[in-house]
């Protein structure tokens, strides 16, 4: 009995890969055809303004407050961090343009998109795949109503603007946060770091914040709403909960592996500051 | 009104339609029986678009709609209406944005004119006074009374039912088939009606037909299906009918019973 267990597992291993690389391969297959279709859709009348305005409310305001306090405090942790380690140098003096140029080009985008898979991808995941789950994506198609217009295209778009909007106010946060811990537990003059700030925050960087931050707010949105879609109709209340913690998990891989592409892209090819 | 011509579906490997073909004649109430997984539902998913069909042609009104773009079937599906067996209702809107979410999408009416067809659809189904309730708060009977108005809003030529009773106590599954017979009458709809609810059925049906192993194995009408001589169709007969059409007289449901 033993015999073909093991021929079944030497053999199946192989298959095993191949079975899950072709579903791998397939869902990204599917996934970019719903990003294909969105982009499409965005495009084709009738523009229905009045969700587009109750996602960027549900996406950016509901989400102003968690984004600078999160942009705040990293900026305070990298205040403290630079200054320890820039001290036994004597260049604690450039704690100021440390924390500037890694909040404006990185963390400033980067905490932003995190806080928002987790507080918005997933919602849009759960949101979506509960309506699938009940058949009201059906009933959407049955009325005559695409669902990628009605849905996917004003939660995309909604995330594609409030993303770099909100990225924004939390390099604010982030300066503010460095300035607040720096000048407050160290010898830091708070006219000398402002100063420092000015004189290192370029429209370059800027830029790369804002293209970075509209690039995570549409792979957020494409991964929310592909996870959504993609359960069956079987999957019930479990599937929601896979897709909703798949979805968040996927949308955090998928904003790093951005960040390192468009990090190569805009610095090496590019060659912008 | 609606032709079905040897229809195929494959779900991983399982043929769920096998060469099905079915004719829905226009103003009659035809439904459509099965033991659970026969395929019904699926069948009307087909119908509808939600699903394309392996092989085989559906054609409603002259038009083969596996041939539609997204564009042309959407402008068809404007013309159907369908009452889902959750009911479907979107669960973040009022009763009334369900009602007129139709209206809303695919006309330029006003919010005054979608007031008055609200609540003229809600009356047609009976239910009043709940437009400004969310689906949460209603019972599933009105449920399926909303689902329904929604389905009525854009004055279908065409009603699809999917388990209209199930899930429902016999009181309101009465009313339900009630009101299926009253809107038929009213209306003078198409309704396609599946179930395996077989009170359900004979309360309904003009027209009938049962479907086994994905394929149509009896049509007629409820007076025709009670004398047709198959075992699959009489075992659902026997079990299932209410009292009152059962005649033990008949020699068809006599040999059934007997064995």
């Known amino acids: 009995m033993e015999q073909p267990i093991v021929h079944e597992a030497s053999g199946g291993f192989p298959n095993l890969v191949k079975t899950r690389l072709h579903k791998v391969l397939s869902e990204i297959g599917h996934a970019f055809t719903l990003f294909f279709q969105t982009l499409i859709q965005i495009f084709r009348p009738p523009f229905q303004f009045d969700l587009l305005v109750k996602q960027l409310l549900l996406i950016g305001f509901n989400s102003l407050a968690v984004v600078i306090v999160s942009g705040f405090f990293t900026g305070m942790v990298l205040g403290v961090q630079g200054y320890i380690q820039l001290k036994p140098y004597a260049v604690e003096g450039s704690v100021a343009r440390f924390v500037c140029v890694s909040v404006v080009k990185e963390l400033g985008p980067m905490i932003t998109a995190f806080v928002l898979a987790g507080r918005i991808g997933a919602s849009i995941t759960a949101e979506l795949s509960t309506m699938k789950v009940t058949e009201q994506i059906d009933a959407l198609k049955v009325m005559g109503t695409n669902p990628v217009k009605y849905l996917v295209v004003p939660r995309f778009l909604a995330c594609s603007i409030m993303l770099p909007t909100l990225t924004i106010y939390s390099t604010f946060a982030g300066i503010g946060g460095g300035f607040v811990a720096v000048v407050t537990l160290f010898d830091v003059n708070g006219s000398f770091f402002l100063l420092e700030v000015q004189k290192n925050l370029f429209v370059g960087s800027v830029l790369i914040s804002l293209i970075k931050a509209t690039s995570f707010g549409m792979a957020i949105a494409a991964v929310g709403c592909y996870k959504g879609f993609s359960i069956s109709t079987a999957g019930g209340a479990e599937g929601v909960g896979i897709a909703t913690t798949g979805s968040a998990v996927i949308s955090l891989i998928a904003i790093l592996v951005l960040d390192f592409v468009l990090n190569h892209i805009l610095f090496n090819i590019l060659g912008l500051v | 009104m609606i032709s079905i011509r040897n229809v195929t579906k494959t779900f991983g490997g399982k043929n769920v339609l096998n060469g099905l073909s079915l004719e829905i004649p226009r103003?009659?109430?035809?439904?459509?029986?099965?033991?659970?997984?026969?395929?019904?539902?699926?069948?009307?998913?087909?119908?509808?678009?939600?699903?394309?069909?392996?092989?085989?042609?559906?054609?409603?009104?002259?038009?083969?709609?596996?041939?539609?773009?997204?564009?042309?079937?959407?402008?068809?599906?404007?013309?159907?209406?369908?009452?889902?067996?959750?009911?479907?209702?979107?669960?973040?809107?009022?009763?009334?944005?369900?009602?007129?979410?139709?209206?809303?999408?695919?006309?330029?009416?006003?919010?005054?004119?979608?007031?008055?067809?609200?609540?003229?659809?809600?009356?047609?189904?009976?239910?009043?006074?709940?437009?400004?309730?969310?689906?949460?708060?209603?019972?599933?009977?009105?449920?399926?009374?909303?689902?329904?108005?929604?389905?009525?809003?854009?004055?279908?030529?065409?009603?699809?039912?999917?388990?209209?009773?199930?899930?429902?106590?016999?009181?309101?599954?009465?009313?339900?088939?009630?009101?299926?017979?009253?809107?038929?009458?009213?209306?003078?709809?198409?309704?396609?009606v599946v179930t395996h609810d077989m009170h359900s059925a004979f309360s309904v049906a003009t027209r009938m037909a049962m479907i086994h192993e994905g394929r149509q194995i009896a049509y007629g009408s409820p007076d025709e299906m009670i004398n047709i001589d198959d075992p699959i169709l009489q075992q659902f007969i026997l079990f299932g009918a209410p009292d009152q059409i059962l005649n033990m007289e008949n020699p068809i449901l006599k040999t059934y019973l007997g064995r």
């Open chain 2, 27 to 192: 103003g009659e109430t035809l439904v459509i029986m099965g033991q659970s997984g026969c395929g019904k539902s699926v069948l009307l998913k087909i119908i509808t678009g939600l699903i394309s069909a392996d092989s085989g042609e559906i054609w409603f009104d002259g038009t083969e709609i596996s041939s539609l773009n997204g564009k042309k079937l959407n402008t068809l599906r404007r013309r159907i209406g369908m009452l889902f067996q959750s009911a479907a209702l979107f669960d973040s809107m009022t009763v009334a944005e369900n009602v007129a979410f139709m209206l809303d999408q695919h006309t330029d009416l006003d919010k005054q004119e979608m007031h008055k067809v609200v609540d003229e659809k809600l009356s047609l189904v009976d239910l009043a006074g709940v437009q400004d309730l969310r689906p949460a708060e209603l019972s599933g009977g009105m449920r399926k009374r909303v689902g329904l108005a929604r389905a009525l809003a854009f004055d279908p030529e065409v009603i699809f039912y999917d388990e209209p009773t199930t899930g429902l106590d016999p009181v309101t599954c009465t009313e339900i088939n009630q009101l299926i017979r009253d809107l038929h009458e009213r209306l003078q709809v198409t309704s396609v």
